[in-house]
């Protein structure tokens, strides 16, 4: 990516931001919308250009459209004056943000996403929403004081410069790659490790690899461990056969196991300090929820003690006593 | 700062595109935090910076081929959702102290 | 008992010359005469802060100036006819380099004591002694409130004329210089809840700066080109080395020049005498006639090597002198307030001093300074006394006949005294001393300073005139007074016992005060003016046996022959009788110009000066005794006469308003001075102040302003800094990063 380039398509979603916040009506809201989306395509085909790709692939298309989908849908939470509409627009980002995990093969982190998010999240906002909800007032749909951004130029000016320095990197991403046959290989290496401490699955596969090849696929027992190859994409096993001949079995990258499987696995055994620590934060949050939103009363200490049949303990009132004797 | 060298395999456009997406979704979320009163539209937007951050866990994820990433988007769905929880309750609380959502409301932080 | 100076030691031993002066350690207790004085004025200080409400101050002041008086008068005896270097005490010794000649700067605590020196420091002590006294009784109305504050200014004048005079060096003539100016400040502003005084006293302090700067400049000057600020080695310097002609040389006795005129009121720096008359009497009478103002008198006298090789430094002394005597004399005659006449006479009077000066006769400026001291201190005395008898009332025409007036006979009488000696009436002191400087004028070797002698004796007239005009008006005719309005003033006495009861038929319509009683003066104030009286008259003594033995000569021109202020100086026309004053005169043949050989209207220029001098005062006395007493409304007449015509009113208008020299220099001098002082002071108010000052002390509020949006106590004001800093910082960070990646 170029720099100047960079940063003027920066500048360009920027001041379409800026008038997007300033709710101008009509065309000006229309030219703005034109101008912040051109900026942010600019960017956009400057970010697949940099990669060195050629030719059209359509999880490329895909993935736009959502990185897309997911901006406009960010801008309108932002510059949306009805806060249930900034909500349901989160959710729009929130089901883009889930596509393009899909496309980039989180599968599992694009279901928790959409159920913890849309489902949970979100509609805890909504239940807030509608605890505090102040009623619109005769000006508009919306409450007065959200009506105007406040200081929209000083907050577009902090955001897209962070964009500007945030995007460089992502122009130097490629730059700084490894190869990407031994990011591959490191790789392989360890979904195959991760395979070894699943038997049953190995054995699964196996089995279903000797039926492939027209061996008998009962009563084989292991005759030694699993030998990754060289360039990682495929894993040798020998097996003596039920008729005790010898087989080298081979897996390949489709036996792998899937993306659920893996992370499952990888969350418990390599983070399970933090998974602890996660369940402790929920709790936390929840018991912190719940002191938080208790009705609080307006009692003095004092009162407290005289509404609960105690007796006062008078502090202030002994310590005003001993000033006037 | 230089042109790429073509010399260099080709990256994957879709890291490129998704590393972009979450900057701009926490540029945007920034914004919006700085210039929104509406105190549920702000934690919305603390939102939409979450959102940004996982993205770029995913997307530096796939490049390096490493499950940390997705493990980490996890993490953050964790802390997500905790902050949301006592963020709301705050502003509940903060609500039924002033009986408005407005951030302006609060001004004791300033000196006089 | 001290070692004398390196260098001193060294001219010593060379010593030959009648002007080479020996140390006299033995005479340290001479330091007596500035010590006492010192000493006076620190316990006023004294008496000042346990706030004495007594007379204490002036019996201490008096004691201590009668003592300094007896300390001058056992030196006279003691030194000789050489001069005597007496060292007090060690003060600044500096050497640097090789300490040679122009490789140190010594400036010790020393008495240089010659005839010059005693006899200045007598009628110092002397009338400082006698003042005092009076003022005892004359400010006794303030007793409790200045009286302490009075006295103790007298002393510190006292002790600073003392180190003028007396100083060993120029340096200690420096500061006896800046003393007196401070003393006479101080005194000036007395009643400093007056604006005029106050308002003069600033004007004093300031066009003495102007001359003082003269001074300082001679002094640095000085040392550049002989080396020394010592006198004793001075003199030797200068006798090595007469006349350079460097300019620097040449500019010094310019630049001294400038320094006596500001402290003894000449052109163009005379304008603050007449307005110091704001102060109280006495210190008109001591500071502001006989002493501090002779200081420039003693200065030239003092400096005379000096200028004896610069004729032309001479002439201008001369003309200035002679000009300032005729133009004071001119403003004096048509004054109404008696001490303002008093005071341009005074101005008058030292202008024919440096008329003297410039003409060569220093013996003849002296003398007058002498005689001078005593009639003029007479003169205020006496002016002083009706002053104070009459609640402050100085105007000439609103007093008349107190010669009738009981309790003013005496005053009466010494002041019309003082009035024949201040016109030089022939054979009273005066008559000699100014005899003696317009000879020289008529006779000087320098014919440019000729015609000084002519406008010399219109003075004479002019003068006779005008002091007459005074004494006629106010001590003869009828009586017919009206008193000041100073009756709770400084100068009014209400539990003061009333010398008169009588009060005249013809009193003022100051009904409003009661009966107006002048008062006359008691002893303390009777005794000092009858002792001056006698000062004034045995002034004339040394010329009164010179005239009866020719061959005697004149014993205040041995003195100041036996001086520096002879050095060079031409033996006169009486060389041949004055054995003793042409011994004492540095060797040199033809300086013997006799004045056989100036013939003045076909005289002999003695007899000359004489016949036309009685001339001019017997004729000015007679207009005035026409004018102002045969026929008072003659003078009236005349006025209108005079302002009647456009051709001669100028004449009239210009002498009472002082001929515009004050709103001259107003127009000339200040004014431009404020405007540039005006354009400094909005240079620096606009541009320094509020411009460079103001506006980088402004920069932080305008950044601060700049920002204030931001704190107003909203969360997202801080948080606008905080996305902001950590989005500069990495984009900073980055930026680094990538350098270094690429």
């Known amino acids: ?111 928790s996403l959409i159920i913890v998010y849309a489902g ?14 102040q009623a619109p007032d005769a000006g508009g749909p919306s409450v007065a004081y959200d009506r105007v951004a406040r200081e929209p ?116 055994t390599s983070y399970p300090g933090s998974l602890e620590l996660a369940g402790v934060i929920l709790l936390m949050a929840m018991l912190g929820a719940v002191v938080l939103a208790r009705r609080q009363t307006d009692m003095a200490e004092d009162d ?11 502090v202030e009132d002994a310590d005003l006593a001993g000033d006037r004797a | 700062m230089n042109p790429i060298d073509p010399q260099l395999p080709p990256g994957d456009p879709l890291v490129m595109l998704g590393l972009l997406a979450s900057a701009i979704l926490f540029a945007v979320g920034i914004v919006g935090f700085l210039s929104r009163r509406n105190m549920i539209t702000m934690f919305l937007c603390t939102e939409l910076m979450f959102q940004g951050a996982g993205l770029a866990m995913i997307s530096y994820g796939r490049q390096h081929m490493d499950l940390s990433g997705q493990v980490f988007v996890i993490f953050i769905l964790t802390v997500a959702a905790a902050e949301a929880a006592l963020a709301l309750g705050l502003v509940v609380l903060l609500y039924r102290r002033k009986e408005t959502l407005s951030a302006e409301a609060w001004k004791e932080l300033a000196e006089s | 008992m001290i070692a004398a100076p390196a260098m001193l030691s060294s001219v010593l031993a060379l010593a030959e010359g009648p002007l080479d002066a020996h140390a006299a350690p033995e005479l340290r207790w001479a330091g007596l005469a500035l010590l006492l004085p ?90 400082g002694t006698l003042i005092a006294l009076y003022a005892s009784e004359y400010m006794e109305s303030d007793v409790g409130k200045g009286y302490t504050r009075f006295f103790g200014a007298v002393s510190i004048f006292l002790f600073a004329m003392g180190c003028l005079v007396m100083g060993g060096n120029l340096v200690m003539l420096y500061l006896g210089w800046e003393g ?46 002989y080396g020394t600020v010592e006198y004793a080695a001075l003199w030797k310097a200068i006798e090595a080395a007469p006349a350079s002609s460097e300019w620097t040389a040449q500019a010094i006795p310019w630049l001294l020049m400038l320094g006596a005129f500001g402290k003894s009121a000449q052109l163009p720096l005379y304008v603050w005498l007449p307005d110091a008359m704001e102060g109280p009497t006495p210190v008109s009478a001591l500071i502001h006639a006989a002493t501090m103002v002779t200081a420039g008198v003693y200065l030239i006298a003092r400096m005379f090597p000096l200028f004896i090789v610069n004729p032309d430094a001479l002439a201008a002394v001369a003309w200035v002198g002679g000009l ?110 100014k005899d003696e400087i317009l000879v020289s004028a008529f006779t000087a070797k320098d014919e440019r300073v000729h015609v000084l002698g002519w406008i010399g004796l219109v003075v004479a007239a002019l003068t006779a005139y005008y002091t007459f005009r005074v004494g006629f008006r106010v001590f003869f005719g009828p009586v017919k007074y009206e008193p000041g309005d100073e009756h709770h003033g400084h100068d009014g006495h209400d539990d003061h016992a009333h010398g008169s009861h009588g009060a005249s038929a013809a009193h003022g319509g100051h009904g409003h005060h009661g009966e107006f009683h002048p008062h006359g003066p008691r002893w303390a104030i009777r005794v000092p003016l009858v002792l001056i009286a006698v000062g004034a008259i045995l002034a004339g003594w040394p010329s009164y046996r010179t005239m009866l033995n020719h061959d005697e000569p004149n014993w205040v021109k041995t003195q100041i022959a036996q001086s520096s202020a002879y050095q060079g100086v031409a033996a006169d026309s009486h060389g041949s009788h004055d054995d003793h004053a042409a011994a004492a005169t540095a060797a040199g043949a033809d300086q013997a110009h006799a004045d056989h050989g100036h013939l003045v209207l076909g005289m002999d220029a003695h007899t000359a000066v004489g016949r036309l001098g009685s001339l001019a005062c017997i004729a000015g006395i007679l207009v005035s005794l026409y004018l102002h007493l045969i026929n008072r409304g003659a003078a009236d007449a005349l006025r209108r006469t005079l302002m009647g015509s456009i051709a001669t009113r100028w004449i009239v208008v210009g002498a009472e308003r002082k001929w515009l020299v004050d709103e001259f220099y107003d127009w000339v001098i200040r004014l431009p001075l404020r405007v540039i002082a005006n354009i400094l002071g909005a240079i620096d108010d606009l541009l320094l102040d509020a411009g460079i000052v103001n506006g980088i002390g402004a920069l932080p509020a305008a950044f601060g302003r700049l920002f204030r949006p931001l704190y107003g106590g909203v969360v997202q004001g801080y948080a606008v800094t905080m996305a902001g800093g950590v989005a500069l910082v990495a984009a900073w960070v980055i930026w680094i990063w990538l350098r270094g990646a690429n």
Not at chain 1, 125 to 132: D, I, R, S, T
Not at chain 3, 387 to 406: E, N
Request: aromatic letters at 12%; one cysteine or more; a positive charge.
């Open chain 1, 153 to 268: 130029a000083a907050a577009v000016l902090c955001g897209f410069v962070l964009l500007a320095a945030l995007a460089s990197v992502v122009g130097d991403v490629r730059v700084n790659q490894q190869p990407a046959a031994m990011t591959e290989a490191r790789a392989n290496a360890a979904a195959w490790n991760r395979m070894r401490g699943m038997p049953e699955l190995v054995q699964e596969r196996i089995t279903a690899e000797l039926a492939a090849a027209g061996k008998d696929p009962m009563g084989w027992s292991p005759a030694g461990g699993l030998e990754v190859a060289q360039d990682g994409r495929t894993a040798m096993m020998p097996v003596t056969l039920a008729d005790g001949t010898r087989h080298e079995t081979v897996l390949k990258a489709a036996d792998l196991p899937v993306n659920s499987t893996s992370l499952g696995w990888e969350l418990v």
């Open chain 3, 324 to 433: 300032t005597a005729l133009l004071a004399a001119t403003i004096g005659m048509a004054q109404y307030d008696m001490k303002r006449i008093w005071a341009y006479s005074t101005i008058s009077q030292l202008g024919y001093m440096f008329l003297g000066l410039g003409v060569g006769t220093t013996f003849g400026a002296s003398y007058h300074v002498f005689t001078h001291a005593f009639f003029k201190a007479l003169l205020f005395l006496t002016a002083g006394a009706v002053m104070h008898g009459f609640a402050g009332q100085l105007d000439i025409r609103k007093l008349s006949g107190l010669l009738k007036v009981p309790g003013f006979r005496l005053v009466s009488l010494l002041a019309v005294l003082g009035c024949f000696w201040l016109a030089a009436f022939p054979f009273t002191a005066a008559f000699f001393s």
């Open chain 1, 1 to 111: 990516m170029i720099p100047p380039l960079l940063y003027a398509a920066s500048a360009i979603c920027a001041v379409g931001l800026f008038l997007l916040l300033r709710q101008p009506t009509g065309k000006a809201r229309l030219g703005a919308t034109i101008l912040g989306l051109a900026g942010l395509a600019w960017l956009l085909v400057q970010g697949v250009q940099a990669s060195g790709a050629v030719g059209f692939d359509p999880q490329v298309a895909l993935m736009s459209l959502a990185v897309a989908m997911a901006t406009a849908a960010a801008v309108r939470v932002i510059t949306t004056t009805r806060p249930v509409f900034a909500a349901l627009y989160f959710v729009l980002v929130v089901v883009a943000g889930a596509v393009a995990y899909l496309v980039m093969g989180a599968e599992f982190m694009a279901f």
């Open chain 1, 120 to 133: 949970a999240i979100l509609i805890t906002y909504m239940f807030v929403l509608m605890l505090a909800q």
């Open chain 1, 304 to 314: 407290r003690r005289a509404a609960a049949g105690l007796s006062r303990t008078n």
């Open chain 3, 38 to 127: 010192l000493v006076s004025g620190v316990l006023c200080l004294f008496c000042g802060w346990m706030k004495v409400r007594s007379k204490l101050p002036a019996a201490l002041t008096i004691a201590a100036l009668g003592g300094a008086f007896a300390t001058i008068l056992r030196l006279q005896g003691a030194v000789g006819e050489t001069p005597v270097v007496i060292n007090l005490f060690d003060w600044i010794s500096w050497t640097w380099g090789d300490g040679s000649r122009f490789h140190g700067f010594t400036a010790n605590v020393d008495l240089y004591i010659d005839r010059l020196t005693i006899f200045w420091m007598l009628f110092v002590t002397g009338l």
């Open chain 3, 180 to 225: 007196v100016g401070l003393a006479s400040y101080l005194l000036i502003g007395y009643y400093f809840t007056k604006p005029e005084a106050v308002a003069a006293a600033k004007k004093a302090f300031i066009v003495n700066r102007i001359g003082d700067l003269g001074l300082a400049l001679a002094l640095f000057l000085i040392w550049q080109c």
